[in-house]
């Protein structure tokens, strides 16, 4: 089971990023997914997460709201996170992760993160 992360980038404050968690080794429809994001010296943070259908998505960080939507293409075994409205304190590591059930304490699956740097 292998995810990777993708599309991070810096970008000025209110600008838009598109997030791509791309797996291989597995059929990604049977998990769930999440993406997390850590910054250096912090805990790591869940973000959203939509279940393996896409019939359910989960927004942890309250600010996130309304401003992150996670979606999935499960025909190109890719889910999305496209941030809009972008700030500073968004700057993390981003990091996608497969599970069975969306959980924001952690999940079983974990890719290699993308850096999202906001600039004020």
């Known amino acids: 089971v292998q995810l990777q992360a993708s599309g991070g980038g810096l970008v000025r404050a209110g600008g838009s990023l598109r997030l791509s968690c791309a797996a291989s080794?597995?059929?990604?429809?049977?998990?769930?997914i999440g993406w997390f994001r850590q910054v250096p010296g912090e805990e790591r943070e869940g973000v959203s997460c939509?279940?393996?259908?896409?019939?359910?998505?989960?927004y942890y960080v309250k600010s996130a709201k309304g401003r992150f939507t996670i979606s999935r293409d499960n025909a190109k075994n890719t889910v999305y996170l496209e941030m809009n409205s972008l700030k500073p304190e968004d700057t993390a590591v981003y990091y996608c992760a497969a599970d069975v059930v969306c959980y924001s304490g952690g999940m079983l699956y974990w890719g290699k993160g993308t850096q999202v740097t906001v600039s004020s």
């Open positions: 080794g597995f059929t990604l429809d049977e998990y769930a």
């Open positions: 939509i279940n393996s259908s896409g019939g359910r998505t989960y």
